[in-house]
């Protein structure tokens, strides 16, 4: 007799999620950024929650004030795997040409322009699943590739 569990949808899902060429991108990448090898014991998908804010946990997250450092951190972290993924595509990595950084208040009613009144949602950034993140970055990847390779094509929409 076999007695072989059933795998939820959920689990294949995110299977399929950290297979993705873009998710192992944004997993190398994540894994550079730390020096100490404190995440080396570590899966993927632990590396990744961060990066998963479901519809309660965006509720909870206080969408005020000066960007959260973390928040931009997840927002480096996933363009610049978006950047390094094109740029692995045509084998020819260079250095990333964004950066997210906080701005903090200089002084008593004098500030540095904040990213914050832009883009509004940026205390909240993340994707409901692992399946979403892997979509949204292959989405950028493919379509920046896309560009690139006809270009002539493009230009002329």
């Known amino acids: 007799m076999n ?26 990448l994540i894994r550079a950024q730390e ?3 404190l995440w080396e014991d570590k899966s993927d998908a632990m ?8 519809t309660q946990k965006r509720r909870a997250i206080p969408g005020e004030g000066y960007p959260d450092p973390h928040a931009l951190w997840k927002i480096d972290m996933f363009y610049s795997a978006v950047g390094l993924a094109i740029a692995e ?5 260079k250095s990333p040409i964004m950066g997210a950084k906080p701005s903090t208040p200089l002084g008593a009613g004098f500030s540095v322009p904040s990213v914050g009144p832009f883009f509004p949602e940026i205390h909240r950034f993340g994707f409901e699943s692992l399946r979403q993140l892997a979509e949204a970055g292959t989405r950028l990847v493919d379509v920046a590739t896309t560009d690139i390779e006809a270009p002539e094509e493009t230009m002329a929409k």
Do not use: N
């Not at 072989?4 to 190398?28: G, H, N």
């Open 3 to 28: 007695c072989v569990t059933p795998i939820s949808p959920t689990v294949d899902e995110d299977e399929l999620a950290l297979a993705a060429p873009f998710v192992k991108c944004l997993v190398r």
């Open 35 to 37: 020096p100490c090898h």
């Open 47 to 54: 590396l990744l929650a961060d990066f998963i804010v479901t």
């Open 89 to 93: 595509h045509f084998g020819k990595v």
